[in-house]
């Protein structure tokens, strides 16, 4: 059974960092894309990033160079360190993880076969 438990969400002013956290167990395919989608009232859901299993890492253009995501496979847990926060960075951020091989509609998969977390609010104040 795949289990996602998000931690590390709050409510940070403009400009500032927060770290997420993701302790993954379960999923056992030898190739698959683990990473971050945000769900924003009246927005669409967006894949934010993402790595898979050869440590190729992608990321939402609206969040380049201020978020970086990392796996620690000794620990199975998943991050992203969000900094110069902006108000619309707000949403509620979700850990996934699905199959290899589908490059930017990795968490629709990920999603469409239930492996993702219950989410972790984030909050950012201009």
């Known amino acids: 059974q795949v289990e996602l438990v998000e931690s590390g969400g709050g409510s940070v002013q403009a400009g500032g960092s927060l770290r997420l956290s993701c302790k993954a167990s379960?999923?056992?395919?030898?190739?698959?894309?683990i990473g971050w989608l945000r769900q924003a009232p009246g927005k669409e859901r967006e894949g934010v990033a993402d790595?898979?299993?050869?440590?190729?890492?992608n990321y939402a253009d609206s969040v380049k160079g201020r978020f970086t995501i990392s796996y620690d496979s000794a620990k199975n847990t998943l991050y992203l360190q969000m900094t110069n926060l902006k108000p619309d960075d707000t949403a509620m951020y979700f850990c996934?993880?699905?199959?290899?091989?589908?490059?930017?509609?990795?968490?629709?998969?990920?999603?469409?076969?239930?492996?993702r977390g219950q989410g972790t609010q984030v909050t950012v104040s201009s």
């Open positions: 996934a993880v699905g199959p290899g091989g589908y490059g930017g509609e990795w968490f629709l998969k990920a999603v469409q076969l239930g492996y």
């Open positions: 379960g999923y056992t395919s030898d190739s698959y894309c």
């Open positions: 790595i898979d299993t050869d440590g190729t890492t």
